[in-house]
Nanobody, 115 residues
Framework: QVQLVESGGGLVQPGGSLRLSCAAS????????MGWYRQAPGKERDMVAL???????NYADSVKGRFRISRDNGKNTVYLEMNTLKPEDTAVYYC?????????WGQGTQVTVSS
């Protein structure tokens, strides 16, 4: 079992920045990939950014060049640095951890981009 706790969401103006954090606990050694998905009202949950145990990253086209995912293995934490935020980035952001036994989700954190 893996437990994930997100933090760092909030309200920000267009063009602003936020950093999300996701702390993992439990069966940490079983995690192969961690990352972030987001879900806007009435839409499906979509991948935002992923990072592998070897620090290989993958980003959705809509966030490339604006978002950066990183991980601190010592703290079992993954971060999502979001810059130049747009209103269309508004969503609930979910942390995910993928293991050989399956995937796990955090509870989600709301990000609202509005003036």
């Amino acid at each position: 079992q893996v437990q994930l706790v997100e933090s760092g969401g909030g309200l920000v103006q267009p063009g602003g920045s936020l950093r999300l954090s996701c702390a993992a606990s439990g069966s940490i050694s079983s995690i192969n990939v961690m990352g972030w998905y987001r879900q806007a009202p009435g839409k499906e949950r979509d991948m935002v950014a992923l990072i592998t145990i070897g620090d290989i990253t993958n980003y959705a086209d809509s966030v490339k060049g604006r978002f950066r995912i990183s991980r601190d293995n010592g703290k079992n934490t993954v971060y999502l640095e979001m810059n130049t935020l747009k209103p269309e980035d508004t969503a609930v952001y979910y942390c995910t951890a993928i293991t050989i036994l399956g995937g796990y989700w955090g509870q989600g954190t709301q990000v609202t981009v509005s003036s």
